[in-house]
């Protein structure tokens, strides 16, 4: 029979993925000999069968429950439901990975009645007791039967007030006799049935819930992110209960070996003397420093400050750790790698390599990648949004703290931006018409579009807070008012917040801070730099994105989205000349406008990145994006241009498409228009050679091709490119070389690399399409069916956030397979909004690309995700 439990210590650290985090550590504790209540493990594999088989548990995983039970009371001495010597365990959650605060925790389990007197007399202490008892009461009645602990908090009220005190503490045993009775009477009202009184029952129903809590809305949250698989599972851990409610020498207690805010060397945390666990936490008694209890027990004291130093060096990191004292014994309830913010990180990092504790590559695995987004971007002020309420919700779409004025339009935020005013901007959606008021506002909310939106992609290249797929508000440009949900209206400069790391929306200002990088940083991604073999670059489509990136690391640009140039207010007029000609020699005529500020633009690019490979991607949206739609906004425009309304709109008409991202874009517009291919080579590798004969830095351009589905759409476009290319190089009397490559973003492309492997010397994997035309979702409509997809275990994480490594994965890991069996030395690259994701980072890494390139300020987080990915890959984690 498959064993699915096991006792203390019958485990060790190692076996985390069968015995969870908590019950690994609770084995690991026991086998080092430090004092830890016995107990028992209920594996991860009886939570995911307990799923298996409908949510129950099945008979023989519930008789070697009572087998090990029985073990636990041998060991003990106690035996559960004896009143004689009555055993009370714990029953707490455990995953494998660390879920503070997620899942589900039953204290003082095996209380009844009889047993509640049989402890008063055994202690002689009733108040502790009945203090044990109204407590289990209280929490088995929320975590197993659903009703909420709050509705018991009126009880105590009532009886607190009678007595006219305030703490809970001061309630004697008579005051914990009525609570029970007002409990159970409560229970009973609710429930239809009496508290249940059987202990082994207790027990089942226990281990039953914490199952269940592994289900809950806020763990299915914590678990989409942090990339935690739903099937991992929780296992139980039974612990035999000490208590720390048993009077003035007893106590419980939270504490880690450093300062998880800063990092500082020293014990941190706190204590409460005649309390239980949850009273640490639950804000009803001030706690005292742990530094206190050198003075109300120095003995315990010192023996706590041993058994921390011994669990630091033992797990070579920052402990956080649970204990409890009874009459005047310390027992280790809990150890676990403690969480800290992102400085403190850094500096417990570092200073455990400099106190010869770990290795820098042990280092590099002790700092959470995302964590560096905190030291990146602006953040409220902690104090003030703790006091703060948020009025809405949406997608975390680019990390960052923003307050300012509300702002409809673009122009308008770019004019408020003038006059000194702070804006945020709130849109329906963006298009890439508002690049200009994108880029000066604090902030940006839309009420449409995902985590790979205009909004979001943009927001997160210019490192500017986003929160996106606001669903309820409506925004009124016209009337220029946002109404939320609950009928709040915000009208043009009104202020609201956003927290672009949650997604939270607050109405008025909250104070906000910059991030400071600290001295740890530099150092701590040099050894990230020295471990990894995964090359970073950035997407970058100005000057700005490309000075920004570099400073941050980057080794490149793996994407210039050209494009973005077009519809700068100078040139787009030129960009629509072109789209309305009528013949080769017009649209030539309005390209010969556009060449020189693309060619100026390449070049403060290629400056800008000191000669590191760039890589330029040819105009990839369709055309009507440049145009109007509206009949009013045809007629300006119209005039402006000098035509008639009539030939206008019929050119709008004539590029309509029902489905325009399946339509003539990318490679589709250079077969149409190789005119277009020609200029975009002419700027690109004219701006090349200006740069290399007036600065000296050798460039080596790599153009990439769109959208490329049939090789032959690659031969095609490709003569064009070499032919103007060949000639500009020829004249410049340069021995310069270039390269022409394609993105990887439909299935087809995928499958048939080997052939696109003739034509193109490098692949760019363009995952936010590739993922798109694989599911068949549209990225920014997506949103609306996601969270009924989590729901409902169809999906475990969005796959426009993270890749989808058995899907589009395949498709990767088969077109670079290919890729390389045609040409062995293809360089291999990926440059969707993957590229600064944690585990498409890794799978990259793992697959043999060369390189990812994501956003400047996800450059950091990259680096770090590469240099663990290798770590892992070398077993020296």
């Not at 307990?50 to 090990?68: F, N, V």
């Not at 698989?229 to 851990?237: D, E, Y």
């Not at 760039?614 to 009013?632: G, K």
Request: include cysteine.
């Amino acid at each position: 029979m498959k064993k699915y439990v096991y006792m203390f210590p019958e485990g060790n650290g190692k076996m985390r993925e069968l015995l969870g985090g908590k019950g690994a550590n609770l084995a690991e504790m026991t086998g080092l000999g430090m004092p830890v209540p016995q107990g028992f493990t209920i594996t991860t594999e009886a939570c995911t069968r307990y799923y298996e088989d409908g949510k129950t548990i099945y008979p023989d995983i519930q008789d070697q429950i009572l087998l090990y039970l029985d073990q636990l009371e041998k060991i003990t001495g106690k035996t559960l439901g004896d009143p004689e010597k009555p055993l009370l365990v714990s029953v707490r959650s455990g995953a494998r990975a660390s879920m503070p605060g997620m899942m589900d925790t039953i204290l003082n389990l095996g209380m009844n009645d009889e047993i509640c007197e049989a402890v008063a007399k055994l202690t002689n202490n009733p108040r502790f007791a009945r203090d044990s008892y109204r407590r289990f009461i209280q929490m088995f009645s929320d975590v197993v039967m659903e009703l909420p602990k709050s509705s018991f908090e009126q009880f105590i009220d009532q009886v607190k007030d009678k007595k006219g005190v305030k703490m809970d503490n001061e309630l004697d045993a008579d005051d914990m006799s009525e609570l029970i009775v007002l409990f159970k009477d409560h229970y009973k009202k609710s429930l239809g049935e009496d508290f249940p009184q059987d202990p082994k029952k207790q027990l089942m129903e226990a281990v039953r819930a914490v199952f269940r809590s592994w289900d809950n809305p806020r763990a299915n949250t914590y678990r989409r992110m942090n990339d935690i698989p739903h099937s991992w599972g929780t296992a139980v851990n039974v612990q035999s209960m000490v208590f720390g409610n048993m009077g003035e020498t007893s106590g419980t207690g939270v504490a880690f070996t450093r300062n998880p805010a800063t990092g500082e060397k020293k014990l941190y945390g706190e204590f409460l003397m005649n309390a239980q666990g949850e009273d640490v936490v639950a804000g009803i008694r001030t706690p005292q420093p742990i530094s206190a209890l050198a003075d109300t027990m120095p003995e315990v004291y010192q023996q706590f400050v041993d058994i921390s130093s011994r669990l630091e060096k033992h797990y070579g990191d920052m402990q956080d750790m649970e204990f409890t004292i009874e009459n005047g014994k310390l027992y280790m309830l809990q150890t676990r790698n403690g969480k800290r913010t992102a400085q403190a990180a850094l500096k417990v990092a570092v200073d455990l390599v400099d106190e010869g504790v770990c290795t820098k590559e042990q280092a590099v695995m002790k700092v959470e990648a995302k964590q560096l987004d905190a030291l990146l971007h602006p953040t409220f002020d902690p104090a003030a949004l703790k006091a703060a309420t948020p009025i809405t919700t949406g997608l975390p779409a680019s990390p960052g703290a923003a307050c300012g004025a509300v702002y409809f339009t673009a122009d308008d935020a770019a004019k408020a931006h003038k006059t000194g005013i702070k804006a945020v901007l709130v849109r329906q959606e963006t298009s890439p018409e508002d690049i200009d008021g994108m880029a000066v506002s604090e902030g940006i909310m839309t009420a449409r579009g995902g985590m790979t939106s205009h909004a979001a992609v943009v927001a997160r290249g210019m490192g500017t807070c986003c929160v996106a797929g606001v669903n309820g508000i409506k925004v009124s440009e016209e009337d220029k008012t946002l109404t939320f949900a609950d009928g709040t209206v915000v009208h043009e400069g009104d202020v609201i917040s956003l927290d672009g790391s949650t997604g939270n929306v607050y109405l008025g200002a909250i104070a906000t801070q910059e991030a400071e990088l600290t001295g740890d940083f530099g150092r701590f991604m040099g050894w990230a730099d020295e471990i990894r073999t995964l090359h970073v670059r950035t997407n970058g489509d100005t000057p700005r994105d490309a000075t920004q990136a570099r400073k941050f690391g980057a080794e490149g640009i793996g994407l210039c989205r050209t494009e973005h140039m077009f519809f700068e207010p100078a040139r787009i007029k030129a960009v629509r000349e072109m789209i309305i000609s009528d013949t080769l020699e017009q649209r030539k005529a309005a390209l010969a406008k556009i060449l020189p500020m693309q060619r100026g633009d390449f070049e403060a690019i290629y400056r800008a990145m000191g000669g590191l490979p760039v890589t330029i991607r040819l105009l990839d949206p369709p055309l009507h994006e440049f145009l109007p739609h509206e009949d009013d906004e045809i007629k300006e425009l119209a005039d402006e241009m000098g035509v008639t309304f009539e030939k206008l709109k019929g050119k709008v008409e004539s590029l309509h498409e029902f489905n325009p991202m399946l339509g003539t874009r990318g490679c589709r517009l250079d077969v149409l228009y190789p005119e277009i291919a020609e200029m975009q080579t002419e700027a690109i590798v004219s701006a090349a050679i200006n740069v290399w004969k007036e600065d000296g830095l050798h460039i080596m351009p790599e153009i990439m091709v769109p959208l490329v589905s049939e090789v032959n759409e690659l031969r095609f476009v490709k003569k064009v490119i070499k032919a103007k290319a060949d000639e500009l190089i020829e004249q410049s009397g340069l021995k310069m070389k270039y390269m022409v490559g394609t993105m990887i973003e439909t299935p087809r492309a995928a499958v048939t690399a080997g052939d696109v492997a003739k034509e193109a010397e490098f692949f760019s994997f363009g995952t936010n399409d590739l993922t798109q035309m694989t599911y068949g979702f549209s990225r920014d409509d997506v949103g609306r069916i996601l969270e009924t997809y989590f729901d409902k275990k169809i999906l475990e994480s969005d796959p426009f956030a993270r890749l989808d490594q058995n899907g589009v994965g395949r498709l990767i890991r088969f077109a670079v397979a290919e890729g390389k069996r045609t040409r062995p030395d293809i360089k291999l690259g990926i440059c969707g909004e993957h590229g600064g994701d944690l585990s498409s980072v890794e799978f990259c890494h793992n697959v043999g690309l060369n390189y990812v390139s994501c956003s400047p300020f996800r450059v950091p987080i990259a680096r770090l995700a590469a240099a663990q990915a290798r770590v892992k890959e070398l077993g020296l984690a």
